[in-house]
């Protein structure tokens, strides 16, 4: 931890079930009996999926799985839980898709889970949609939804209330719209096109092949109707969705020649990363470049920001098997460059087994597991979470206290592994 940092960390649980690498992580939040300035305080779970399809549904409570099954026959690329997005550290909840988890995988497919329903937005009361399977000998569980996928390059999907952006059937270049109605998808836009739009926005006729933009790499929701989406050749574009247009709101090439590996965005900021060593942030209105920050370890494969206490933390993992929490802060200097200052260094977790020795007719080899990191989360902080209250049959209230009632509080980090453990790590004031 660097000295003059406000957060510390802790280590958690070391969750242990897949056998393949970690491909991706996102913190599932339920509801609660507690409220914070009378709205529900949510509880973090955590959803991980690894390379040979499976996933697991990890109470962070108990460190056990909710619910293991196999969702896809290859490498899962997106996990989402769908129905909520945060605004800052404010949760919005969208009543008709909040409890369903979104995957992706290689196999081409795109599958909506449903996991838990409320039955009551008011009182938030909820129950497990299933008893789902814990073990590996089960069959996959039946999905709400599924749709075939374009997967020729590794481009995640998004979604955002009932919308959901994918790469384009016909082009890895392009994207398509989705909306979840009434129990069914139906495609809004298809193979939509940013450089076909821009030329069109320009009166020009001519086809430039110098301003194609390469695969898609990266999609984001920004708003209800917006996305940002980050290409191959490092250029990332912000989209505007209408009922009969679609317009590119602006461009920008910080990260030119380098492919977009990561992009995240809360309230007016949109951070994106590459296979270089910079972490852009974009005025979200605007496209101008608020700051570029060069962090000295190119490949940056895995980006996240989250806001605890009116601190912005950003977490990245890189091509050397490390992750990294920054903390920043737009005013700490008049500079654009080196607004991220480093703030904790989670390094590659030593095995905690005897490696397994492997003979041979020359020598003997030592085989020790790949302790690489693959990607990083941080769980989302509610704001004023620490006044919250717990509420009462009779009406009343009380101050959560106990510690049993206060993990509902804890604010998380995790680490997926290429040797398919997931690290969790407890935020905290310091």
Known sequence: MHPHTSHGIESGAMLRFHKSPVSALEPFYLPSPFVVNGEPLLLASLVSADENGWVVWWDLGTKRPLGIWRAHESTIVTVQQMGIHWDGDVPRLHQNSFGKLLTHGRDNCLRIWDLFRVSSFDSMDWNLCKVLHKTRDTARNPDVYEIPVNALNFCNVAARSEMIATPASLSSENFDIY??????????HSNVDTCEILQQNQDSHETDESRKFGAIMQIIWTG????????????????QLQKNFIQVVWVNDSHLKYPILGMAST?????TCSASDRIVVNNLKTGKTVAISKIKHKGISSLDVTINNNIWLVS???????????????????????????????????????PSVKRSSAHQKIELPDLRGRIVKLSKSQNGCNNALVERSDGQSKMILRSSERRVLTRYAFVGYQDGRVATYILSDS
Do not use: H, M
């Open 179 to 188: 909306i979840v109605s009434n129990d069914r998808l139906d495609r809004l």
């Open 224 to 239: 209800n109707l917006q996305l940002v989406v980050g290409y191959e050749s490092g250029i990332v574009a912000c989209i």
């Open 267 to 271: 309230l007016n900021r949109v951070f």
């Open 316 to 354: 990245v993992t890189t091509w050397d098997g490390f992750s990294r929490i920054y903390s920043y802060d737009e005013d700490s200097q008049a500079a654009v460059n080196g607004v991220l200052k480093p703030s904790i260094k989670l390094r590659r977790v030593p095995p905690k087994v005897v």
